[in-house]
């Protein structure tokens, strides 16, 4: 396990493969392992990819208090620098979005090229507080039911249909979700990046899930309008998390703009 600091937090990450750098940021209640394991092995063959745990995940640890965009976007950085050398590509999926263009806007020497997948710019509007606060309800009073809503609202109803009965038992017999989501929830209705949007400089692809609950594709839209040297592409048929199970399609966009 490796670890790098940042902010009197204790940072632990993976890396993977040799070659250009390429960062993968998580978001809300995954880790480096249940969002990007099955990809992994897709780019560490030409890449060295950098998996972090911001705070609530995986091996990290800090003193416990209140989470800041901030301190989430450091600890990347400092999980980064620590890896590899130079600009790095940074892809960031959902609250791993948000923390991977608030790197980009502040540290501009370490970002060679920026992937922001299902992310938002705030959490302000009645819309997205009415889903966090609803979260983390479920969260305090009743897990399985808070299971049940990601999954309704994580995955398109043709991939729960997929997993069929048995393996909608499974989604919930899973010990899922970690003890550090609160924090991450209570962070998530704290979001508001819009200042740092028009600062980003470097070439951004932005990617929407036509079928997304839980971050509308209007989301995606606005980070484009928000982002200079940003293109968006859409995938009009998959729901938030349904690329964990059918990824090929966002990886080709990935491919194209990397590569």
């Known amino acids: 396990m490796r670890y790098a600091s940042a902010h009197g937090s204790r940072v632990h990450y993976e ?3 040799t ?3 390429l960062a993968l940021v998580h978001g809300i209640g ?5 969002v990007f394991a099955h990809v992994t092995d897709h780019f560490s063959g030409s890449r060295t990819v950098v998996r972090p745990n911001f705070s609530g995940s995986g091996g990290t640890t800090d003193d416990g208090g209140p989470l800041s965009i901030e301190l989430i976007s450091e600890q990347v950085t400092a999980a980064v620098r620590a890896a590899v050398d130079g600009p790095v590509d940074v892809l960031g999926f959902s609250l791993g979005a948000v923390a991977a263009a ?3 806007a502040r540290h501009p020497d370490l970002v060679r090229r920026l ?3 299902a992310g938002w710019s705030h959490t302000a509007g009645p819309r997205n507080r009415f889903y966090f606060q609803t979260w983390r309800r479920l969260l305090h009073t009743d897990r399985e039911l ?3 809503f990601t999954a309704l609202t994580g995955y398109s109803a043709a991939v729960l249909d997929h997993f069929g009965h048995d393996g909608l038992a499974h989604f919930l017999s899973d010990p899922w979700p970690p ?3 609160a924090r991450q929830i209570d962070l998530g209705l704290d979001v508001d990046i819009r200042p740092l949007l028009p ?3 470097v070439p951004t692809l932005i990617v929407g899930f036509g079928r997304d609950a839980m971050v509308p594709v209007e989301e995606s839209r606005r980070l484009h309008e928000a982002i200079a040297r940003s293109e968006l592409a859409e995938i009009p048929d998959q729901g938030h998390m349904d690329w964990f199970v059918r990824p090929e399609p966002l990886l080709r966009l990935v491919d194209g703009f990397l590569d």
């Open 115 to 117: 992937v922001l997948v």
């Open 146 to 148: 808070l299971k049940r």
């Open 15 to 17: 890396v993977d493969g």
């Open 102 to 104: 608030a790197v980009a």
């Open 179 to 181: 003890e550090g989501i």
């Open 19 to 21: 070659g250009p750098g």
């Open 199 to 201: 600062t980003i400089q």
């Open 30 to 34: 995954g880790d480096a392992d249940k």
